[in-house]
């Protein structure tokens, strides 16, 4: 790296992007898609009839304020249109939450293992972080991040988290909410609600606390359920002085127009969206199957994805379920654990014939 950059980038760890042997253009062509968590039915058709007819407008700058995605966005959740942003990928919006509210000195607290890009957002800021481990049943530990909350300028909580799949409910929301001071802003992380809602009925209503005036930002995501991972948007649910500090940070026109087009016809297509919720309930029941059937311990995840001890190294794992054919993300090198996104029932078969060769070969 240039020895002139900030001497604080040699602390910000490079984001592991799971398709990355894809990108490059290594190794095989995965036949079964299954790092990235993204919907294995592929975007709405509506929002790709959508795209075709807009395709005139490609020369023009997009809207700036991405008013027709917001307008619909408040519709659906009941929130007026100044409680929302839309930005490039809900993680582009963490990147702007942490640069409108972390620099030196200020503390963000998170659950620790978690959605990488918090630790990434807040080296960048130069902030103090407090990664607080998840307890054993692989889920946050709020006593503890509301002790340490009491200090900090941003509490993460990944729901569902990112990589175990396990969730807050309701009820722990309420008494986290209830402990942690009211100047702490509180980001919830569902990039996964739309799955978690479907799995979980005590599974929060958190665009509830922004209508009711609480310091609270709601992250969401069009990269799942929605099926738009490629073209990056997500929307931030939070109070108008939030949603203000937010626009501070950010650069003009972040989300293209065809990002806009496709969300919000996205947005409307119910029935892609029950699909998916339907093919994703089935195979992650018959991965959690395969886990038990394999004696392999797992958590109960509520989100689009299932996270396995395989029992030996999750990298090595990974790289011999590649050779054939499978793209799965190993957990951080030297765990046994690895993330395994639910795919379509086809996907789902080559990978557990796959595992079962590699479990059986390594004997
Ligand atoms: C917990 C969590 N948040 C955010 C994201 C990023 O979503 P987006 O594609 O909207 O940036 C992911 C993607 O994997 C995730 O797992």
């Not at 939070?238 to 026109?253: K, S």
Request: charged share 20%; with cysteine; aromatic share 6%.
């Amino acid at each position: 790296m240039d020895p002139h950059a900030r001497a604080t980038l040699r602390d910000v760890p490079a984001y592991v992007p799971g398709n990355r042997p894809l990108a490059r253009g290594e190794g095989l062509a995965p036949l079964a898609h299954l790092a990235s968590n993204e919907n294995p039915l592929g975007p709405s058709p509506l929002a790709l009839e959508a795209l075709a007819r807009a395709s005139s407008q490609w020369a023009r700058y997009p809207d700036d304020h991405c008013a027709d995605l917001r307008e619909a966005l408040a519709a659906r959740l009941g929130v007026p249109t100044e409680c929302l942003a839309v930005g490039a990928g809900s993680s582009g919006l963490l990147k702007l939450l942490a640069e409108a509210y972390l620099e030196p000195g200020r503390t963000v607290v998170y659950a620790w293992p978690t959605f990488p890009m918090y630790r990434i957002v807040a080296r960048l800021q130069e902030a103090v972080e407090v990664p607080v481990p998840l307890d054993g049943d692989g889920r946050h530990d709020l006593a503890r991040m509301a002790e340490a909350a009491r200090r900090a300028s941003l509490v993460v909580v990944c729901n569902p988290n990112n990589p175990t799949g396990t969730y807050v409910s309701e009820a722990e929301l309420v008494a986290f909410l209830g402990q942690v001071p009211e100047d702490a802003l509180v980001v919830l992380d569902e990039a996964y609600a739309e799955f978690a809602r479907a799995a979980a009925p005590d599974y929060p209503d958190s665009v509830r606390w922004v209508r009711e005036g609480r310091r609270v930002a709601v992250l969401r995501s069009f990269s799942k359920v929605y099926g738009l991972a490629g073209l990056r948007v997500g929307y931030l649910v939070a109070p108008p002085e939030v949603v203000e500090a937010v626009g501070r940070a950010r650069v003009p026109f972040p989300v293209c127009a065809p990002a806009q087009v496709a969300a919000l016809a996205a947005l409307a297509d119910e029935a892609h969206v029950g699909r998916t919720l339907q093919v994703v309930a089935e195979g992650r029941r018959r991965l959690q199957q395969l886990a038990g059937q394999l004696g392999l311990p797992s958590y109960p995840s509520v989100a689009n994805f299932v996270w396995l001890d395989v029992g030996r190294p999750a990298e090595q794992v990974a790289a011999e379920l590649l050779r054939r054919g499978v793209l799965v993300r190993p957990g951080p090198i030297g765990t046994t654990w690895l993330r395994v996104s639910v795919g379509t029932p086809e996907e789902l078969s080559r990978f557990e014939g796959a595992l079962r060769q590699v479990l059986a070969a390594a004997g």
